[in-house]
């Protein structure tokens, strides 16, 4: 099983998101390391403040200094003041004091000593509150910057959808386009990247057209040069008689049908069927039921009960077509063909149906491929369909329980 195809755009936003979300972490990393350092800075500077002015009230109070362990933040003990008198007892707390002043961590706890002239203070925080402290800001600062986040990859997305819409319209352009339809692509209007695309490929369609109309130019000699030699060598076997000649004759009928065909062919891929007509459905159906009435042939008509029936189509191309339909049917089918005139009514336009008995399950239509014991060349239903199309009608093909029915929509 075949991976399913990648999509530009989706490879586009993820590569874009990608690069966007290595940029952000990228950002939040410094921001974090950045916020960090500030409010450290910041503890400290408390520390600082809350010593210098603990000294100061001290010094400046009439009160003896009593030895003592408050809290800095009420109810918390994440923030500690500790006042020493030297010779008294002093307070107990999680860390070993050094002998000098300045700033210290042991035990999990920043700490600030500072000496007055009779009294030490120390100021201390807990590295864990400390920490709690930046984790809560960063996690503030990521729940303001998701929005922006977000908004970032909505307008990416937007924006890359913008900016593929081009790619997106040729692409539709192109999907729309008919089997047959060579007509080269619009280039104006086209992106500066997707022209060398669209000219590129109106450069092979331009060659697939001449290399089509090579091959459609050589049937049509080939078939009209052969057209010639083969009447003159019927004519001349009809001269002759002769058992000899009356068994060549069949061979030499076979092979005008199938020169007959690569006419057809060739003239239904020129754009034989773009003409306006009108004709007559009615008429050409009834000529040609008569035509195909021989021996071992049962054909019925029915023409629904109308004298005529106009249509806005070229009456040779109509001709073709049914004549294709009809011989296809008596050579495939195995009874006998009834060919049915559908008038046009509310919402449908005129129908002609043909449908007989057949022993085949499919239709055969790719080009040449013949099917159980045709002696045709296998352009007969190719035929239509090019005549069709170049008609604007439509034929619907189909067998169920061994009938085999046609049905061409004008």
């Not at 210098?52 to 408050?70: I, K, Q």
């Not at 003990?77 to 500790?82: A, T």
Request: aromatic share 4%; proline share 6%.
């Amino acid at each position: 099983m075949s991976p399913a195809p990648r999509s530009i755009r989706n490879r586009l936003l993820r590569a874009v998101l990608g690069v966007v979300a290595l940029g952000w972490l990228g950002t939040v990393a410094l921001t974090a390391l950045f916020l960090d350092r500030e409010m450290s800075e910041g503890f400290d500077e408390e520390l600082e403040l809350v010593a210098e002015t603990t000294l100061v009230a001290l010094e400046t109070g009439t009160d003896a200094v009593v030895p003592r362990l408050v809290g800095v933040s009420p109810d918390h003990d994440e923030r500690l003041l500790r006042i020493i008198r030297p010779g008294a007892p002093e307070p107990a707390v999680p860390w070993v004091s050094p002998t000098t002043d300045g700033f210290f961590e042991q035990a999990g706890w920043r700490v600030l000593r500072r000496s007055g002239d009779h009294e030490v203070v120390e100021v201390a925080h807990n590295q864990a509150w400390r920490r709690s402290e930046m984790a809560e800001a960063a996690v503030s600062l990521l729940i303001l910057v998701g929005p922006v986040v977000a908004l970032l990859i909505w307008g990416i997305r937007r924006a890359l959808r913008r900016a593929l819409a081009p790619l997106d319209d040729l692409a539709e352009t192109i999907a729309g386009r008919g089997p047959d339809d060579l007509s080269p692509l619009p280039e104006a209007g086209l992106a500066r990247e997707l022209r060398p695309l669209a000219h590129g490929l109106n450069g092979y369609l331009a060659r697939i057209d001449d290399l089509r109309a090579i091959e459609r130019r050589f049937v049509a000699n080939a078939a009209h040069e052969l057209r010639t030699p083969i009447a003159a060598i019927r004519g001349r076997l009809d001269l002759l008689g002769g058992p000899g000649a009356a068994a060549a004759l069949p061979m030499l009928d076979d092979l005008t049908r199938r020169v007959e065909r690569l006419l057809q062919l060739s003239r239904s891929e020129a754009g034989l069927g773009l003409g306006r007509g009108p004709s007559d459905l009615v008429q050409v159906a009834r000529l040609l039921v008569e035509e195909a009435r021989r021996p071992g042939a049962e054909v019925r008509f029915d023409d629904g009960d109308l004298e005529h029936l106009s249509l806005p189509v070229d009456a040779d191309a109509l001709a073709i077509l049914i004549r294709n339909l009809l011989e296809n049917a008596l050579e495939h089918g195995s009874g006998p063909v009834r060919v049915v005139i559908c008038p046009a009514e509310a919402g449908t336009g005129a129908a002609l149906m043909i449908e007989n008995p057949t022993a085949q399950a499919a239709f055969v239509e790719a080009p040449f491929a013949k099917g159980p014991g045709s002696r045709g060349l296998g352009l007969g239903l190719s035929i239509v369909a090019a005549l069709a199309a170049a008609m604007g009608a439509s034929v619907e093909k189909s067998i169920r329980s061994g009938q085999a029915r046609v049905v061409v929509r004008f």
